[in-house]
Each structure stands twice: as structure tokens, then as C-alpha cells.
């Protein structure tokens, strides 16, 4: 079922942790792989830090390879474009990381890409990637087992774990993102949900084109593949896998199983 290969929902070539999805025969076996990528790739980077499981006391910079407390003037911009500035004992840059006072840092399996922002109150588990110029928004929830690409956006109060999100995903606003797929581009409305558990207890199962595939797995959110819109406080269920450029009209329920690129659904 070529449909339901990695390739036919995302664009990987670019894509620096493309290699977790190698050799799946179906698109969300990428679910499975991801604490052995982790262990793998993770590459560390927050260790002199040294302030886990509590809020930053003062705002750190993380800049070639360096944790800086002070030296440095943070100027701003918009970080999931490459453009916010810090200025390091007087010379501009858009490659250093803003960990803001008030932002917490689990433990140190954790990777931080250059021009990362974490705002106050966000609190971020490893382990976990967080790509180059992504933006972890304030009371946002990363609950580790999560790759996180460049210029992503996981917004205030929006949790996510076990999960992968492919460059230029965005989760603004009071989203829940669990054992899921975000596609690169998507764009999750306020409120979105993945649910990723059956209330009954049993393996979640696939139906696409007449056939029900047993997915061997338990927890399973949703699969959105490039450039997915999802609107305002829509939910989709367990085992929902949405194909590119598929839209999600507001409040809608998305049953779960296969939609054909470009589907429109409505409550």
C-alpha cells in the first residue's frame, strides 16, 4: 500500500531526522522508532546549564556551544523565520537560543537547536529534540520522546509527547499532541486535539480503501500530512490519518481512518 508510505504524506528530503521514518511499510510504524532514534541522535547540549526540575532563575543564551548568563543583550524578533536577534558583547546574531527566565528544563537529555526560543513557563522533558529556530511558547508542555523540527511552533499551553513534528509545523494555541505525526507546513487551529488512546482497551486499527489494518498499537493519535489545516477546537480520534492538504473544518470530530490528499471535513 504505497498510499501509506512515509513518502506519500511528507516531503523527507529535507528533512533532518528523516531517517526515522526509514524502511516503514506504513507511515505511523515512525511511532515505534522514535525513542531508538533518540538514543541514537539525541547530541545533549544543555548540561552547563545546571537548573533541572525548576524554573530558570535568570534568562540563559546557548551560542556555539557556549551557556552564557550574561554578555548579552536579547534584541528579538520572529525566531521561526531566523530573525531573532541577540546581541553577544556587541555583535548581532540570529544563531543563539533564548532559554527565558521562568522556563524549565527536566533533565538533561534534551537538544537544542541555534536560535531556539523557550519562554517562561514552558517545561520541556527529555529526551527531546528541538530543531533551529523553533519557538516553545509559554506554558507549553514537552513531555519527552519528542523530534521537533526547524521553525515549529509549540504554543502556549499545547502539550505534546512521543511525537514528531516536521519542519515549519505549528501548534500555536491550546493543542494536545500525542503519538503523532505533524506534516511539514501543518498548521494545527486553537484547541486542536490528536487523541491518542481508545477508551476501550485494544490495539488501534487502520481503515483505508475496504481494509482494516491492525496497527499493533496502543496509543496512536493522528498522522497530518503536509500542509494539513486542522480548525478550532476540532478532534480527531484515535488511528486518524489525513493525507496532504487535507482540511479539518472547526468543532469537527474526525472519525478515524485514511482521507485521500486534499479532503475537505466537516462536523
Not at 537529555?109 to 527531546?128: D, F, Q
Request: aromatic content about 8%; charged content about 20%.
Amino acid at each position: 500500500m504505497d498510499f501509506l508510505e512515509p513518502d506519500a504524506f511528507f516531503e523527507l528530503a529535507s528533512f533532518e531526522h528523516r531517517d526515522v521514518f526509514a524502511d516503514c511499510k506504513y507511515v505511523w510504524d515512525a511511532l515505534g522508532r522514535i525513542s531508538g532514534y533518540l538514543e541514537q541522535h539525541l547530541g545533549a547540549n544543555v548540561a552547563d546549564v545546571k537548573c533541572f526540575k525548576r524554573p530558570l532563575p535568570a534568562t540563559v543564551v546557548l551560542w556555539q556551544g557556549k551557556t552564557l548568563t550574561g554578555g548579552f543583550e536579547i534584541i528579538g524578533g520572529d525566531a521561526t523565520k531566523g530573525g531573532f536577534i541577540v546581541s553577544i558583547e556587541g555583535r548581532e546574531t540570529t544563531e543563539a537560543s533564548v532559554l527565558w527566565e521562568g522556563s524549565v528544563l527536566w533533565d538533561e537529555s534534551i537538544s537544542i537547536g541555534a536560535g531556539v526560543i523557550i519562554e517562561p513557563g514552558a517545561l520541556v522533558k527529555g529526551p527531546t529534540i528541538i530543531g533551529p529556530n523553533t519557538e516553545v511558547r509559554q506554558g507549553a508542555y514537552v513531555r519527552g520522546r519528542c523530534i521537533v523540527g526547524a521553525g515549529c511552533i509549540v504554543g502556549h499551553t499545547t502539550e505534546i509527547k512521543a511525537s514528531v513534528m516536521l519542519d515549519g509545523a505549528k501548534a500555536g494555541h491550546f493543542a494536545y499532541i500525542g503519538d503523532s505525526v505533524i506534516g511539514r507546513e501543518a498548521n494545527l487551529g486553537a484547541g486542536t486535539k490528536l487523541a491518542n488512546l481508545k477508551i476501550r482497551d485494544q490495539n488501534i486499527r487502520v481503515m483505508a480503501h475496504g481494509t482494516r489494518i491492525l496497527t499493533n498499537l496502543r496509543k496512536f493519535g493522528a498522522i497530518l500530512g503536509d500542509h494539513v489545516e486542522t480548525g478550532c477546537n476540532s478532534v480527531t480520534n484515535p488511528g486518524t490519518v489525513l493525507g496532504r492538504g487535507c482540511q479539518v473544518f472547526p468543532l469537527t470530530s474526525v472519525r478515524a481512518g485514511y482521507y485521500e490528499p486534499n479532503s475537505v471535513i466537516r462536523g
